[in-house]
């Protein structure tokens, strides 16, 4: 299980390389076999179309709420670990990993919330049994440094593999057995109990799905219109374009 995050671009805050690591794993010659469930945040279901299409059964959730889907806090999809008998009976929990991204984690560490609001990316760090420092390539030595031991402060029982592109063996990240549940209730002591969440509304989404080909120049202008005007709002944009002249997508 990858813990989600706030996301911009490759050399922005956010897409701190999940997507390329599910990739990675599912086109590794590990012998097993897969199943990929997605959380997707929004009406429009996107991971699926990124996720490589595999031998592997993806199976994608959409319009889940941004506190539900482990976008910002991993407990909710822990507990569903928990919670469900015939999961419980079927499933076993083998290691909450969270990728982080190199360039940005100290600011979003350092980020200032109001008051009751959590920081997610510590949240993450906190929960996670192993933590894969990535995009290791666009930090220097120093403050990578700097950085493993700041995630060591929250969190010193999880091993930081340090990694670019998610590029880790994966006998270090498959059946590893390292999750442990007394650990989650040292972090948050009334993990199990059966709580009502609030759901959390101040964050929301929006789909726009169009037929046709789309005009690269125009889009970009829209974009960045809407980047200047509310670039500041914005946590994630992503989509799939079919764009006229080319054949990618
Ligand atoms: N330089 C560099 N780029 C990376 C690395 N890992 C991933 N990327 C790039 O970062 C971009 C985003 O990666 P994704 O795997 O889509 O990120 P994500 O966490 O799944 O993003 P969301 O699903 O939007 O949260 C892609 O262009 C990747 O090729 C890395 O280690 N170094």
Redesign the pocket.
Known sequence: MCS??P?G??DTA????????VNYILSENHGKKIAVVENEFGEVGI?DA?VMQAQEEIFEMNNGCVCCTGLADPAPVLQTFFVDDDLQESFQLDALIT?VDAKHILQHLDEAKPEGVENESVEQIAFADRILL?????VEAEEQAAIKSRIKAINKFAEVIE????RVPLQQLLGIQAFSLDRVLAVEPDFLEDKEHEHDSSISSVGIEREGLCDMALLQQWLGGLLREQGADLF?S?GVLAVQGSDDR
């Open positions: 989600g995050g996301a671009e490759q956010g897409h701190r390389g999940k997507t390329t690591l991971d990124l990728v990535n995009k290791t390539d666009l990694c670019s592109y998610g994630r992503k």
